[in-house]
């Protein structure tokens, strides 16, 4: 079948090898993840039929909707109900330094977004308080929003600052990172201690990032001090695990 406007793969040199002990699905899971990562297939793009494409590849229709299938649940590819398989942006691969969301996303040029959800002065909880050595019953800004990249949510990320900091307008905070924010101000990061796991999303995270209630979510907490040793900042995040994974370098113990 000759390739056609309708069906981007069909411009692809997919090929399968039935004498390869790889299972045919895998093969072609892994080919179609290339040219989304390549850049072959774009984000945005929308697939083509399964049907056409198992049948040019001579394949069941079962195989390439595996194929198709394992690439949705590893976060390239999403199924949208009347309008198709679409590719969505690669993962984002992030270093394990003392960096923001924002800034992270701005240098793989995935245009980051915010919304603010809350932006409060409230009364510290005492685990708060002591994680910022502030006094007991001391005030802080607690600040949430929600982090996008080409209008796809990516996290939930809840800070809280010790009161009178810096200026945290909503309109700025729409605009630019909150570190970018703390650098005007002057205030220098110099260390932080994260901790990072994984949990079930509740129904409202859930709805705000676009996944099922009870999806893997990655969390983050992280106690950031400036370069005096203040402790300046205090983030919990969650993330959606398919659209991030953090990168280490580990080191032989001696």
Same mark, same amino acid.
């Given at each position: 079948?000759?390739?056609?406007? $309708?069906?981007?793969?069909? &411009?692809?040199?997919?090929?399968?090898?039935?004498?390869?002990?790889?299972?045919?699905?895998?093969?072609?899971?892994?080919?179609?993840?290339?040219?989304?990562?390549?850049?072959a297939?774009?984000?945005?793009?929308?697939?083509?039929?399964?049907?056409?494409?198992?049948?040019?590849?001579?394949?069941?229709?079962?195989?390439?909707?595996?194929?198709?299938?394992?690439l949705?649940?590893?976060g390239?590819?999403?199924?949208? %109900?009347?309008?198709?398989?679409?590719?969505? $942006?690669?993962?984002?691969?992030?270093?394990?330094?003392?960096?923001?969301?924002?800034?992270?996303?701005?240098?793989?040029?995935? %245009?980051?977004?915010?919304?603010?959800?809350?932006?409060?002065?409230?009364?510290?909880?005492?685990?708060?308080?002591?994680?910022?050595?502030?006094?007991?019953?001391?005030?802080?800004?607690?600040?949430?929003?929600?982090?996008? &990249? $080409?209008?796809?949510?990516?996290?939930?990320?809840?800070?809280?600052?010790?009161?009178?900091?810096?200026?945290?307008?909503?309109?700025?905070?729409?605009?630019?990172?909150?570190?970018?924010?703390?650098?005007?101000?002057?205030?220098?990061? $110099?260390?932080?201690?994260?901790?990072?796991?994984?949990?079930?999303?509740?129904?409202?995270?859930?709805?705000?990032?676009?996944?099922?209630p009870g999806?893997?979510?990655?969390?983050?907490?992280?106690?950031? %001090?400036?370069?005096?040793?203040?402790?300046?900042?205090?983030?919990?995040?969650?993330y959606?695990?398919?659209?991030?994974?953090?990168?280490?370098?580990?080191?032989?113990?001696?």
């Open positions: 079948m000759p390739p056609t406007d $309708h069906d981007p793969t069909a &411009s692809l040199h997919l090929r399968v090898d039935r004498g390869s002990p790889v299972p045919l699905y895998h093969q072609l899971a892994q080919q179609l993840e290339a040219a989304v990562t390549g850049g297939l774009v984000p945005g793009t929308l697939l083509g039929n399964e049907i056409g494409l198992a049948r040019r590849l001579g394949l069941s229709r079962p195989t390439v909707r595996q194929a198709i299938q394992s949705v649940d590893a390239l590819l999403v199924r949208r %109900r009347g309008v198709g398989t679409q590719v969505l $942006h690669a993962p984002l691969r992030r270093p394990l330094e003392l960096s923001s969301l924002h800034d992270d996303l701005e240098a793989a040029g995935l %245009r980051p977004t915010t919304r603010v959800l809350r932006c409060v002065t409230e009364t510290a909880s005492p685990e708060t308080a002591a994680a910022l050595q502030l006094a007991e019953g001391a005030e802080v800004v607690r600040l949430e929003r929600l982090r996008l &990249s $080409h209008g796809e949510p990516l996290a939930r990320l809840t800070n809280h600052l010790p009161a009178g900091l810096l200026d945290l307008a909503s309109d700025r905070l729409a605009d630019s990172g909150l570190y970018g924010l703390l650098r005007e101000a002057g205030i220098t990061l $110099h260390s932080a201690h994260q901790s990072i796991g994984a949990r079930a999303a509740t129904a409202e995270e859930a709805g705000l990032l676009g996944e099922a999806a893997p979510l990655l969390t983050m907490r992280r106690l950031s %001090r400036d370069h005096t040793g203040r402790a300046v900042e205090l983030g919990s995040h969650v959606r695990a398919t659209r991030h994974s953090f990168d280490f370098q580990l080191l032989a113990r001696r």
